[in-house]
Every structure is written in structure tokens, then in C-alpha cells.
């Protein structure tokens, strides 16, 4: 969680540090070889040097980027989770619950997806 603590402390609401440090500790603990990284100030997770999801938060929600390729393919379980989402992100809301399950598949799919990845985006 070291790669993350300067992020976490300019996050304003307590409320929404705790629920963004809880999300990045889950994701560190179900998947430890995953590397903890920041890029363009956004906390983000890489596998083998390529990436594998993404967290950014704003007023209202924390999104979940695990690229378009992933949206596509679990866009009928993000919507049965409740949440909004573009063809890139999804929204978790502060005040609703975090679906680990389907953050759950989404990594595993994604990890799986681009084992033999060698650019840190999909071409």
C-alpha cells in the first residue's frame, strides 16, 4: 500500500479514503503479484508490465477502469451490480456497496486475457 499513501492523504473526505484505501488493500490482498503503481495520478494495478485495472475518485463515485475489452465483456454484470458505466469505467457510488465478486472476475479475466501482453495497454 506504499505506492499509494501520497495519493490516499490528498483525498479530502475520510470517508472516501477509507473506502478507496479498503478497495486498493482487497485488491493488493486477493492479488499480490500484481503491482501497485501510479500513472497519471491515478492508482492503478500491473501485471508483467501491463495493465490490469485502474481507480480514480471524484465527488460522487470511484470509478474502476479495467479497459474497454473488459467493459464489453462484463458490461450485463456491471449493470445487474447497479452500476453507471462508459465503454471505459464504471462508477461505484460512496454510498452503495463494492461488488468484490465482479471486481474479482474482471481482474482475473483481464490477467488471463493478456498473458502474453507486451505493452502495458491492448492494442
Not at 43 to 68: A, C, N, R, Y
Not at 99 to 117: Q, V
Amino acid at each position: 500500500m506504499e505506492a499509494f499513501s501520497e495519493y490516499l492523504t490528498r483525498i479530502d473526505n475520510p470517508g472516501h479514503r477509507d473506502r478507496t484505501e479498503e478497495i486498493l488493500a482487497w485488491i493488493t490482498n486477493k492479488f499480490p503479484t500484481l503491482e501497485p503503481l501510479i500513472k497519471w495520478n491515478t492508482p492503478m494495478f500491473s501485471d508483467h508490465g501491463t495493465f490490469i485495472i485502474g481507480l480514480s475518485t471524484s465527488k460522487q463515485h470511484i470509478s474502476v477502469s479495467p479497459e474497454e475489452a473488459v467493459m464489453a465483456r462484463f458490461a450485463d454484470d456491471i449493470a445487474r451490480a447497479g452500476y453507471s458505466a462508459t465503454k471505459g469505467l464504471f462508477r461505484i457510488p460512496w454510498n452503495e456497496p463494492v461488488h468484490y465478486e465482479l471486481l474479482e472476475k474482471m481482474i482475473e479475466f483481464n490477467m488471463l486475457d493478456k498473458a502474453d501482453c507486451s505493452t502495458f495497454w491492448r492494442k
